[in-house]
């Protein structure tokens, strides 16, 4: 019987859930399982078999196989269960082998569980289990429940205590039954259900308390929770955040949770219930026994089950939710554009210890000075920022939003003025986690001569110049974005986190001669100890030339190489060893760019004992540039010789330019089919052709929110028009930096009707147009309403 589910049609139950064609299904099952192909590589290498598939429907596809696995193994190992059961139930074997849940499954084995502290348990030590057999399976026979007295056996000692161990025993018959348990589905909808949430007992009590002693009667927490406190609403219309709110008041001993059945629906199912099991009974008394075990069956059993399961529910789908909600946040986040060739002065605020402040170069690889500025020496601390202004030539100011930023906000403004540099602007920048990052042992060996909150004025700085690069250093429950994502189990968050950061990293490319081991860790395709190994490769033998020397790497073999190559990008200006191939070398030392590895720089030393050229093992790939795969530098040098060009010109303007003529004059479908190659294949080879220096970043290209001079929630007027930036997404709505300290709240229902498609397109760092609804200056709440926004949605190519 085993035998069949091993030989049971995933592909087809795939292809019904998910829409996609079988043998689609099959081929990216062999991809994932066979081959072990990573989902970026899938999602941009194997577009032809997949017809095009985006990551995210890739991991939707490789969650749902893993769960029909999960299925497949469990309905297995219940099919053996069940064949130790002597007389075999042909049926539920049956049953188990077409189970395509978890649930089917835990239903079926119901009967077969064995519970020994249970009362139906303890009935059937005492000998009661024929009894109740008895009444269930001969309902046209008067059954004599005297003969099973035994007046020295404690449990049976009279008629009353056999008949409380037979309606045990029946009572688990009817809870466990499967009919009985499909019905209750269908009669307790979430329709039919209703929660009550209110304010605990122990928190009342503690607020009268307060009271008498003359104190406020509200209180943090208790503001936080108000709107919960005489709550009411059907289970089937509760709001993600709602079950998330309500399960902290509850954890938080502020709130007191109940559910409630709907008296009609319950009366409802009783009755089909005593239809089934009592009603076709023949005499009065086995008849009005098996009615009081209905009852006792719903009310000890089955209802708390239903109780407990819709909680469980509730709270798993606003889980999942909110990790959906983080997730698109964190991707938002991390794609956010870099200011890109910029010196930049980051300042982590501070009263106590002062303003710590970094100068970082434009490739953020220097760290330029580091000082520390205090509030309340304003002169002092103007004539300091003066000073690096002058010296370092300053173009942009990111400020952290953590304590005392207000504060420092005015004391840059008041910099700005006195300094007459009218293209001196500064921003604010979320700072979540860069005091976490500061002491931990990577911050060490970057920065290993800074003190820790000096490190993280040097994170603000960086954070603008290349977000991404950053921000994966981080923890990213810590980055300060999401919906109770604190409340969520970790299990359930660091697969999608994972997930979300991989794709981010891949598809954006890292420099293989510049990219540390944050950076690296998170390439599709490769494991911890292979970037361990292959940073000591690096540091021992200077940059890469070109992919190739990837297969060099210990740990790196061929299948490794083809999951990261096209994602580990080589740029030809950073590799000192590339220009030794095209002249003569008679200096005794080459200056390299900072290699981002320890962040500190590195020199490599190429002699030569004559004027030749020096002959190098390895040659300069420039395709090694771009994101096309290596797999396909035949094909690509094929493209470009048919339409005469040569891979050395990548990236030179009139080389893009006579690809994209070469495209308008021939159809791609028409190259494709001379090329014999797939035309999703040959249209990555062509846009990789095309990005300006050989590559395309796919961040989108946006304006940051700039300020000269500060504003506070007193200055706002309603019906104002401003340009705010989004600071986090979640189930009810937006939060806006409107530049006042406060962020204001843009509710789903002011979202012009756009809210399900907006809300899956905005993210952290989005500038969108505001109009100002409301101002509640005494609890800091903001009302917005959007008018307008022209953010686009990052797809991965």
């Known amino acids: 019987m085993g035998e069949n589910r091993d030989k049971w049609d995933i592909a087809h139950l795939l292809s019904e859930r998910l829409n996609v064609d079988k043998n ?134 009279n008629l009353k205590e056999v008949k409380t161990g037979v309606k045990h025993i029946i009572c688990e018959a009817i809870a466990r039954d499967k009919t009985t348990l499909e019905r209750i589905k269908r009669y307790l909808k979430p329709t039919y259900l209703t929660l009550e949430a209110k304010m605990s007992a122990s928190k009342k009590k503690a607020i009268d308390a307060e009271k008498e002693k003359g104190g406020h009667s509200t209180s943090q927490n208790t503001s936080k ?7 009411h609403h059907s289970v089937s219309t509760l709001r993600s955040y709602q079950v998330l709110a309500i399960n902290r008041g509850e954890a938080l001993k502020e709130l007191t949770v109940k559910i409630h059945i709907s008296e009609r629906a319950e009366n409802n199912f009783i009755d089909w219930c005593n239809y089934k099991w009592a009603d076709e009974h023949k005499y009065e008394d086995m008849k009005t026994l098996l009615k009081e075990c209905v009852t006792e069956a719903y009310n000890r059993l089955l209802k708390p089950q239903v109780l407990r399961k819709t909680r469980s529910e509730l709270t798993k789908t606003a889980q ?62 103007v004539s300091k920022l003066l000073q690096l202004l002058n010296k370092f030539n300053i173009q942009l100011i990111g400020i952290g939003n953590g304590t005392a930023c207000r504060e420092t906000e005015e004391l840059v403004s008041r910099f700005i003025y006195v300094s007459c540099k009218k293209d001196l602007k500064y921003c604010i920048v979320n700072e979540s986690g860069a005091s976490i990052y500061s002491v931990t042992e990577e911050a060490k060996q970057e920065m290993p001569d800074l003190d820790p909150n000096l490190r993280s004025a040097v994170s603000i700085a960086r954070r603008l110049q290349d977000p991404l690069v950053e921000l994966v250093k981080i923890d990213a429950k810590h980055l ?51 970037v361990d190994k292959l940073l000591k490769w690096r540091d021992k033998n200077g940059p890469f030339i070109n992919r190739d020397q990837l297969l060099e790497v210990p740990g790196v073999g061929k299948k490794t190489f083809e999951q990261c190559a096209g994602f580990m990008r080589i740029v030809q200006k950073a590799n000192v060893r590339s220009e030794v191939q095209n002249k003569s070398v008679k200096t005794e030392h080459v200056k390299l760019e900072p290699i981002a590895t320890d962040g500190r720089k590195r020199k490599i030393t190429a002699t030569s004992k004559n004027s030749k050229k020096q002959k190098l093992p390895h040659e300069v790939n420039p395709l090694d540039q771009t994101w096309i795969h290596p797999e ?45 190659v797939g035309e999703p294949t040959l249209q990555l080879i062509i846009d990789g052709l095309s990005a300006p220096c050989g590559y395309r970043d796919i961040r989108n290209v946006t304006s940051h929110f700039y300020k000269t001079g500060i504003s506070c929630i007193t200055d706002l007027r309603c019906g104002t028009t401003m340009q705010g930036k989004v600071s986090n997404v979640v189930d009810f709505g937006i939060f806006v930096d409107i530049g006042v300290g406060t962020d204001g709240l843009v509710h789903s229902s002011d979202m012009r009707g756009k809210w399900e498609e907006l809300r899956h397109v905005l993210g952290p760092n989005d500038l969108i147009s505001v109009v100002l609804l409301n101002v509640n200056k005494s609890k800091k709440r903001i009302s917005l309403r959007l008018v307008k926004t022209d953010v686009v949605e990052t797809k991965f190519m």
């Open 480 to 530: 300060g974005i999401g919906m109770y994502q604190h409340d969520i189990p970790d299990i359930l968050m660091k697969a999608t986190l994972q997930s979300v950061v991989e794709d981010c990293v891949t598809f954006v490319g890292v420099d293989l001669n510049v990219a540390g081991a944050s950076l690296l860790r998170h390439v599709a395709g490769l494991k911890k100890t292979q």
């Open 320 to 381: 999942m939710d909110s990790v959906h909600v983080f997730g698109r946040n964190l991707k938002k986040l991390l794609l956010t554009s870099p200011v890109r060739g910029k010196i930049i002065l980051g300042i982590d605020p501070g009263y106590k210890n002062g303003c710590k402040c970094a100068v970082v170069s434009p490739n953020g690889m220097e760290i330029l000075a580091v000082d520390v500025f205090y509030l309340h020496h304003a002169n002092p601390a």
């Open 225 to 231: 929770f108000e709107c919960y406190h005489h709550f």
């Open 24 to 157: 689609t299904a099959n081929n990216i099952i062999q991809m994932i399982e066979v081959q072990e192909c990573t989902i970026p590589f899938i999602s941009r290498y194997r577009k032809e078999v997949t017809h095009g598939m985006d990551p995210n429907t890739l991991r939707m596809f490789l969650d749902t196989l893993k769960e029909l696995r999960d299925v497949q193994k469990k309905a297995t190992t219940a099919i053996r269960q069940v064949q130790k059961q002597e007389p075999l139930d042909h049926a539920v074997v049956e049953s188990l082998n077409a189970a395509e849940t978890v649930e089917e499954i835990n239903v079926l084995l119901a009967p077969y569980k064995v519970d020994k502290k249970t009362l139906a348990c303890r009935a059937r030590t005492l000998g009661l289990d024929d009894a109740a057999k008895a009444i269930l399976n001969n309902p046209r026979q008067q059954i004599n429940l005297n003969e099973w007295v035994k007046k020295d056996c404690e449990g049976r000692a």
């Open 632 to 676: 396909s530098y035949k094909t690509t040098e094929q493209f470009l010789k048919k339409i005469n060009l040569s891979s050395s010109e990548v990236g030179k303007d009139y080389f893009i330019s006579d690809i994209k003529q070469a495209v308008r004059k021939r159809s791609i479908s028409q190259f494709a089919d001379e090329l014999e």
